[in-house]
C-alpha cells in the first residue's frame, strides 16, 4: 500500500518496526510524550469505546486502550508493523480486543459507515500527505454521531528547530515552512513530510465537529532526538516538563510545538442517503 504515491513511506516504517519499540523504551522525552497524549485521549474516551487508530505503529497506543476495556481497529500502511500488532495480540491473547489490518488512512473508504465511537492517530502519520481534508471525510462517514477523534500532527513551527538559527543552521530552522514539503528520511529511506497550521487544520474540520481539545507537545520540552538531554540536564529538564504541563492548553505553547493534540467531537449527522 502507498501513502498519496509514496511507498518510500512504507518501506521506512517497515525497516523501522523491527527496532521500533527499543528506540522508544530507551528515549525517556518519547515516553513523555505518549504519556500526555493518553492522558488526554483517556480524558475524552467513553466507556467500551470501539477505537479505529490510524498509523497504529507496533501498536503500543492499542494495547494500552485495549487494557481500559476498549475495543481496537489498528490500521498502518507498514505491513512490517502490522505484523508486530500481530505477534502481540497473539503472544497475549488479545484478539478479542485488537484487530490488525494493513490499510493507509488514503484508504479508509473501504471501512464500513459509523462503525466508530473513536478516530486516533498519533506521532505525525498524518503528516505523510499535504491534505488531510479527505482524510477528514472518510472520518466524518465513519464516526458515530457524537463519536470523537484525536489527531497528533506536527505544525509549521517549532521553537526546538527556530532555536537553530542561534547555530546558523537556516536549513532545520525554516524546513517545516516549505510547501512542498521536506524532506525526512527513517533507516536510510527518504519520503516527503508536510506540516499543518493548526487553525487552519480546525476549520477543516468544518461545522460537522466541534473542537473539544488542544494542546502543544514538546514546545519546551525538547524533541525526541535530543534523547540525552534530561540525563544531561535532570533539573531543567523537570523544569520545562512542569512548566509545559500546566500551560500546553494555551496559546502560544498550544501552537508552537513539535506536535500539536487536537480533538474534536462529531455532531449529530447522518449520510445524505440516510436522512
Not at 104 to 118: A, H, I, R, V
Not at 162 to 182: E, H, P, Q, S, V
Not at 194 to 221: A, N, T
Not at 236 to 255: A, M, Q, T, Y
Amino acid at each position: 500500500m502507498e501513502i498519496a504515491g509514496q511507498p518510500e513511506a512504507e518501506e521506512a516504517f517497515t525497516r523501522q518496526s523491527a527496532i521500533f519499540d527499543a528506540v522508544e523504551q530507551r528515549n525517556p522525552i518519547l515516553k513523555w510524550m505518549r504519556k500526555q497524549v493518553r492522558d488526554h485521549v483517556l480524558k475524552l474516551l467513553k466507556p467500551g469505546s470501539h477505537i479505529l487508530e490510524l498509523n497504529a505503529g507496533t501498536g503500543l497506543d492499542a494495547l494500552f486502550f485495549a487494557s481500559f476495556g476498549h475495543t481496537v481497529l489498528a490500521t498502518d500502511i507498514s505491513g512490517g508493523m502490522i505484523g508486530q500488532i500481530k505477534n502481540k495480540v497473539a503472544e497475549l491473547r488479545l484478539e478479542d480486543r485488537i484487530e490488525a489490518l494493513q490499510c493507509s488512512y488514503t484508504q479508509l473508504q473501504n471501512l464500513p459507515s459509523q462503525s466508530f465511537d473513536y478516530v486516533f492517530s498519533n506521532f505525525g502519520g498524518l503528516n505523510c500527505i499535504p491534505d488531510l481534508a479527505p482524510v477528514i471525510q472518510e472520518c466524518k462517514r465513519l464516526l458515530k454521531p457524537g463519536g470523537r477523534l484525536t489527531v497528533v500532527v506536527m505544525p509549521k513551527m517549532s521553537p526546538w528547530e527556530i532555536l537553530a538559527l542561534l547555530k546558523g543552521n537556516t536549513k532545520l530552522a525554516f524546513r517545516r515552512f516549505k510547501k512542498a514539503g521536506a524532506v525526512s528520511h527513517i533507516e536510510g529511506v527518504y519520503f516527503t513530510t508536510w506540516y499543518f497550521s493548526p487553525r487552519k487544520l480546525i476549520r477543516q474540520f468544518g461545522s460537522d465537529f466541534k473542537l473539544i481539545g488542544w494542546q502543544g507537545l514538546g514546545s519546551l520540552v525538547p524533541p525526541p532526538h535530543s534523547e540525552k538531554f534530561p540525563a544531561r540536564f535532570p533539573v531543567i529538564f523537570r523544569l520545562l516538563v512542569n512548566i509545559e504541563e500546566r500551560f500546553s492548553k494555551s496559546w502560544p505553547l498550544r501552537n508552537w510545538a513539535d506536535h500539536i493534540i487536537l480533538s474534536m467531537e462529531l455532531k449529530h449527522w447522518a449520510p445524505l442517503n440516510e436522512r
